[in-house]
């Protein structure tokens, strides 16, 4: 693998390059190269895989106050699912790293949902015994929590049921969303909506769909009733 190609794409450079070349072997690379010393990256999966849940849960904890126990396990478990890790890992390209077997390779291993998940856990775990935790959390902080911040986890709470549940506490509160905008070509296309309570705009969202639009709308509403 081109290590430091992607040292230079992520912005970090490794002080042990054989954590990181490890973090991108899969098992099936290894059983083909037994003559030779390699480690796959199983158990830095395994490591990855508590830092991240770690971070996850303490990025949770501190941006959302107001969230109970319960919806921020769920919020998690959206996160750390294996299509949410997959996506991290195509985000970054990790793909092209991966050092396969070549059976696995002509059976579209490098493409695997799983694999893919398995190798953005490897990495963190690398990375996390590389440079320590606190150089863990920045990665994060670059390539995950924005996607959480700007609501891409938002299908996992239903955050208008939350926005009706808060006005039904008032009388006479009526709820509305209405798609004012649509961005974008018909295989691509992105939705603008805006959530009225009696009348008011209370809040706007933009999603892939009507209902992801909608649900950020309500998210919207809720932390500004919040603030």
């Given at each position: 693998?081109n290590s ?10 490794f ?5 990181l070349?490890?973090a ?13 010393v ?13 830092v ?5 849960s303490?990025?949770l ?11 921020m ?29 070549r059976?696995e ?13 398995d190798?953005f856990?490897s ?34 709470m ?15 509160q ?21 959530v ?14 009507k209902?992801?639009?909608?649900q ?12």
């Amino acid at each position: 693998m081109n290590s430091k190609q992607l040292e230079e794409k992520l912005h970090i450079k490794f002080n042990n390059h054989k954590l990181l070349e490890q973090a991108f072997t899969h098992s099936s690379y290894v059983n083909e190269h037994q003559g030779k010393v390699f480690s796959d990256n199983e158990r830095l999966e395994f490591l990855g895989d508590a830092v991240l849940e770690l971070g996850v849960s303490q990025y949770l904890y501190r941006n959302n106050e107001k969230m109970p126990e319960g919806e921020m396990t769920k919020l998690r478990a959206a996160i750390v699912c294996e299509p949410s890790l997959e996506n991290f890992s195509r985000d970054l390209g990790f793909g092209e790293y991966i050092l396969l077997g070549r059976g696995e390779e002509q059976t579209g291993g490098r493409d695997r949902p799983a694999l893919l998940a398995d190798v953005f856990e490897s990495f963190l775990g690398a990375l996390y015994l590389d440079q320590g935790y606190d150089q863990a959390i920045s990665f994060l902080n670059e390539f995950v929590f924005p996607k959480i911040s700007t609501g891409a986890f938002s299908h996992a709470m239903d955050y208008k049921s939350q926005l009706q549940e808060l006005v039904q506490q008032y009388k006479n509160q009526n709820i509305e969303y209405k798609i004012v905008d649509e961005k974008g070509p018909s295989h691509s296309k992105e939705f603008v909506t805006e959530v009225y309570v009696k009348d008011q705009k209370a809040g706007s969202g933009v999603g892939r769909t009507k209902k992801e639009a909608e649900q950020r709308a309500a998210k919207h509403a809720l932390d500004t009733f919040n603030d």
